[in-house]
């Protein structure tokens, strides 16, 4: 069997730096407390668990091992307790060495730009990583359309230097900026996005694609707790120098102080730049790359499926997990899948009936359900690595905190503030100036891209209007001899003109037959030379008589009396009835039912009055048409505007 490496309670700590202690058992009816070596963590380490059971207090003791044998070490705390007591008990001579993350410090935020890249491989892993993200935290309002967009968006931005988070929303909605973007872009693929398929989009569809993205982002972003730490250009943290040179970083993502959803962002996005910043240690021999253990506790907020590449992958870069967390069901499949498949060393404290049906197959044949259900607090079932090789499963108990405080927490806050940390004016006066950058430069940038609604405004159809406008603008009566007066004439049939007499007002005798403007007829070949040399003012007349004939008796048959009308300037009262009788060269009988629509005035073109008795049924009303008017001899005022 395994050496357990066990010491005697109440020993002093042991000398061996290659063993971490966390947990007491007895061995040979002696009360022992025994640990896991260095090499067995890199396989990972996964704590399930009650609240209330000791998980955290399992937890605390192994980080405050860790710092005093002066072992990198990584902290991510979604409550904030765990965080802060272990700044109460870092030492004196590790104080230099803590970076404390906390974005609810609003006036001293650290710059953390997840977007900022130093090999071409990371891109996809960092889009992938933000995708994960995304989709665990928004899973019911995920789409494909939304993540091919957002995909293309992140890698964009990846391509192009000094991007943040902020670009997001605004590589979506500004047309400037997405054209300044796109110029700097060398991925084809992405490229070709941008500037063919985005480009093709109209804008009611490209409203309805992005509107998700920028809601979901825009939440994130409009928290000026978050904007003013993920908006700065250059990180003041770099991650790979926190593995390597050993050091002390807590990431205080309390969710009281800064929100659910913004915790588990933040989370999410700090753990994948863990995981990139090992996988860049390919450069250094295994031998030299320094272990580093990240502790997560409640790791279900952040167990996006980048944790089965940390787990599968992260050993070989010196990356050991520490996870902590309810019950299963808080998991995914994936995930789930890959702790069970990959963690060497797994602890288990009170546990509900459906993970106790779970656990009892890693602790069979030893243990089985109804042990893990009763388990009593701080006590514990485990299977531990040992030197590679699983042991049988067995009970233990945790052991109490350990260590004492320091009281240091107020200074080790103050020198993390000096080193890693911006004052909050200066932030945000770079991100006022980000934003009212001058949208597009002179470099040439209009022939990258050009959305529909970019579309220089001479190439565009003009806006439909009421009457459109087929003549030149009007002139004076001076300058042109014709004055337009509506600008809609019929495009097959020539222009009526009318003499401006007939415009004038009418004597007495007049006034009983007004003229209107008829269009004059072209006589055809067909029609006799008698009938073409009928003088206009005839043909206007016995239409008009014809017209007022009608109306005339169209009144009489509705009221049953003759209507009578008494000559201007003629004899008594009385006269007889051929003198009251109106003009009409062709008389209607009265019960004739005349169609008055027939004989409107947009209908006076005929050269010969209707003689049908039958109804007419009414044409279709022609466009209205332009009138111009000869001027006469007479002075006319010259701002005078004739007008129907």
């Not at 009360?31 to 955290?56: A, E, N, Q, S």
């Not at 480009?199 to 982002?217: F, G, H, L, M, T």
């Not at 970019?454 to 042109?480: D, G, H, T, W, Y």
């Amino acid at each position: 069997m395994p050496n357990f490496h066990l010491t005697r309670v109440g020993a002093a700590p042991t000398n061996d730096d290659d063993i971490c202690l966390f947990g007491q058992t007895f061995f040979r009816n002696q009360l022992r407390r025994f640990g896991i070596k260095t090499d067995d963590r890199r396989r990972h380490m996964y704590v399930i668990g009650k609240t209330g059971m000791g998980k955290t207090t399992v937890m605390e003791n192994m980080v405050l091992n860790d710092i005093y044998k002066g072992h990198g070490v990584g902290i991510v705390d979604p409550h904030g307790d765990f965080a802060e007591k272990i700044l109460d008990y870092i030492p004196a001579n590790r104080i230099n060495d803590v970076v404390y993350f906390n974005p609810a410090d609003v006036d001293n935020p650290i710059g953390f730009n997840i977007l900022e890249v130093k090999t071409e491989e990371q891109k996809h892993l960092i889009a992938a990583g933000l995708m994960g993200i995304f989709k665990k935290i928004w899973p019911d309002v995920w789409s494909s359309r939304m993540e091919y967009i957002l995909n293309n968006t992140i890698l964009a931005l990846l391509d192009s230097p000094g991007s943040t988070l902020l670009g997001i929303n605004r590589l979506l909605s500004d047309k400037d900026y997405r054209r300044k973007v796109v110029k700097q872009l060398t991925d084809p693929v992405v490229k070709a996005f941008w500037q063919t398929e985005f480009a093709s989009y109209n804008d009611r569809y490209a409203q309805e694609a992005v509107a998700p993205i920028q809601n979901k982002i825009g939440q994130f972003l409009s928290a000026s707790v978050i904007r003013n730490m993920v908006a700065q250009v250059t990180s003041t943290i770099n991650v790979r120098e926190i593995m390597d040179g050993q050091k002390i970083f807590i990431m205080n993502l309390s969710k009281g102080r800064i929100g659910e959803d913004n915790s588990r962002l933040l989370g999410g996005m700090l753990i994948t730049k863990i995981q990139l910043a090992a996988m860049e240690r390919v450069d250094t021999p295994e031998t030299d790359r320094k272990d580093f253990f990240l502790y997560v506790d409640e790791f279900q907020n952040f167990a996006s499926p980048s944790f089965a590449n940390i787990l599968s992958e992260a050993r070989k870069y010196r990356l050991s997990l520490i996870m902590a967390h309810q019950y299963v069901l808080q998991l995914d499949e994936v995930v789930a899948a890959a702790v069970f498949g990959n963690v060497g060393t797994i602890v288990s404290f009170r546990v509900g009936g459906g993970d106790a049906e779970a656990l009892a197959k890693e602790f069979a044949p030893v243990f089985i359900e109804e042990d893990i259900v009763n388990l009593a607090k701080y006590r514990i079932l485990l299977k531990l690595m040992i030197d590679g090789v699983a042991s049988q499963p067995f009970s233990a108990m945790t052991m109490p905190p350990i260590g004492s405080p320091t009281g240091s927490k107020e200074k080790v806050i103050r020198v993390s503030r000096e080193r890693y940390s911006k004052t909050r004016s200066s932030i945000e006066d770079k991100i006022m100036r980000w934003s009212g950058m001058i949208a597009g430069d002179d470099e040439g940038n209009n022939e990258d891209i050009i959305t529909p609604d970019e579309a220089p405004k001479n190439i565009l159809p003009p806006k439909p209007s009421i009457v459109p406008n087929r003549f030149p603008p009007r002139q004076s009566i001076q300058n042109s001899q014709t004055i337009p007066i509506v600008s809609r004439p019929p495009i097959d049939k020539p222009v009526p003109s009318v003499s401006l007499n007939d415009l004038l007002p009418k004597s007495e005798a007049e006034e009983e037959n007004i003229i209107s403007p008829i269009p004059k007829q072209t006589p055809s070949p067909s029609q006799n030379s008698s009938h073409s040399q009928v003088p206009q003012s005839t043909n206007r007349l016995a239409v008009i008589n014809n017209f007022n004939s009608a109306t005339n008796l169209n009144g009489q048959q509705g009221s049953g009396k003759k209507r009578r009308r008494r000559k201007r300037g003629g004899g008594q009262g009385g006269g007889n009835s051929s003198q009251l009788q109106p003009t009409n060269p062709n008389p209607r009988p009265p019960e004739e039912k005349i169609n008055k629509e027939a004989f409107t005035p947009l209908n006076l073109g005929l050269s010969e009055p209707i003689k049908s008795s039958t109804p007419v049924p009414r044409p279709p009303v022609p466009p209205i048409v332009a009138v111009s008017v000869q001027p006469e001899p007479k002075p006319i005022d010259p701002k005078q505007v004739i007008e129907f």
